[in-house]
């Protein structure tokens, strides 16, 4: 009697099997989020960067418009000045009186601490020559009105000099202060409380 050989199938059991696809996927969301997040952090860089270069850029044009309007006023002061020397008053642009404004206590020199541009009330006071808008608002050719207008007009004081020194030396002291448009100028106090502001000084002088 023949006997069947039986067949016995051992299944094969597949062990330690990975999701390959899962975890590319999840690797590719880990890196997008890092991408994102390295965009957002150059993108903030890049507009704080921006931000403080135009700060920047319109401190220096304050500086530079203050200056200017300190200039401004010296030159208009050296004129009043000149024409007192001669004797005369300054009327140009409408101005009157401006003669009663010069300081006649003298002083030693342009260090002198009993200088009045040193007094913050002395910018207060009836010494103070402010000038006249149609002066500081035009343009170097004197015939277009400038289109940068200044809201704080510039002023000056002016205060006698004679020295005590061999040749003696008699004249005046001049000195101007312009204001930004982005400055504050309290007139009770004559201090000047934010913003840009511009001092220059000049000495007009004669031997005798």
Not at 1 to 6: A, D, E, I
Not at 26 to 53: D, E, H, K, P
Not at 111 to 123: M, P, V
């Amino acid at each position: 009697m023949s006997t069947t050989p039986s067949i016995h199938r051992c299944p094969h059991i597949l062990l330690g099997r990975t999701p390959v696809v899962r975890r590319e996927r999840g690797a590719v969301l880990v890196i997008t989020l890092i991408l994102i997040v390295i965009m957002s952090l150059l993108g903030t860089f890049a507009i704080r960067n921006a931000t403080q270069s135009e700060r920047s850029i319109n401190g220096i044009r304050s500086t530079e418009v203050a200056r200017e309007a300190a200039e401004t006023a010296l030159r208009f002061c050296e004129q009043v000045a000149i024409f007192d020397g001669d004797g005369k008053d300054y009327t140009e642009y409408s101005t009157t009186g401006l003669r009663g404004k010069i300081i006649t206590t003298t002083i030693g020199s342009e260090f002198d601490l009993a200088a009045e541009w040193r007094k913050s009330a002395s910018w207060t006071g009836n010494n103070v020559i402010s000038l006249p808008s149609d002066y500081y608002n035009k343009k170097p050719s004197g015939t277009d009105v400038d289109s940068a207008q200044l809201d704080i007009a510039p002023r000056c004081l002016i205060q006698k000099i004679e020295s005590t020194s061999t040749p003696k030396l008699t004249g005046y002291l001049i000195t101007a202060r312009g204001f930004a448009n982005n400055a504050k100028f309290d007139s009770s106090t004559g201090k000047s409380t934010r913003g840009s502001e511009s001092w220059m000084q000049s000495v007009l002088s004669r031997s005798s």
